[in-house]
């Protein structure tokens, strides 16, 4: 009887220690390549709106290489995949940024980030017969990135870049 006490106490422990683990590899993730990147990405942004082009660019250049590296690490991810669509994009690669926004759909043609990313691609390129194909996908979505996408469209809203 002693020994089979021992023996749940010994597996509870080691079940308690995996939980510890679980947690501790979450927490990790907080400081992932992605993470680190989508939060250069946000800032970036911010700098955007203030004009300041400057610091913004070198926010996306720091995002972008780390998002190769997330990229090299978990590969074909989507939500990676579109940020380094938009990265590629916001530093005037629009070739290039294209590319990763269409492996990314490949992967989750529904994803509403790549469909609206890309869009704004399209009105940029002059190409707006492919950016209302896009906002057709994020059409029963009922989201921001269909509202976003449509008001660049319309000309309602201008795009960045």
């Known amino acids: 009887m002693k020994k089979l006490i021992y023996t749940l106490l010994v597996i509870i422990a080691l079940t308690n220690n995996s939980f510890s683990a679980g947690t501790a590899s979450n927490s990790s993730d907080a400081s992932s390549n992605y ?3 989508y939060n250069l990405i946000k800032a970036a942004k911010k700098y955007e709106k203030k004009g300041k082009t400057e610091k913004a660019q070198t926010k996306y250049v ?3 290489e780390l998002l190769l590296k997330s990229n090299k690490e978990k590969p074909l991810q989507a939500d990676t995949l579109n940020y380094l669509g938009f990265t590629t994009r916001k ?4 070739e290039k940024g294209e590319e ?3 492996q990314g759909l490949q992967i989750k043609p529904d994803h509403n980030g790549i469909n609206e990313y890309l869009g704004e691609l399209y009105v940029v390129t002059k190409r707006m017969d492919l950016a209302k194909q896009r906002l057709e996908v994020l059409k029963s979505c009922n989201c921001k990135e269909y509202k976003q996408l449509k008001e660049i469209i319309d000309g309602t809203k201008k795009s960045k870049y």
Do not use: H, P, W
């Not at 530093?91 to 629009?94: A, I, K, R, T, V």
């Open 35 to 37: 993470t680190k990147a």
């Open 100 to 102: 990763f926004y269409l």
């Open 91 to 94: 530093l005037g690669d629009y």
């Open 62 to 64: 720091n995002a972008q």
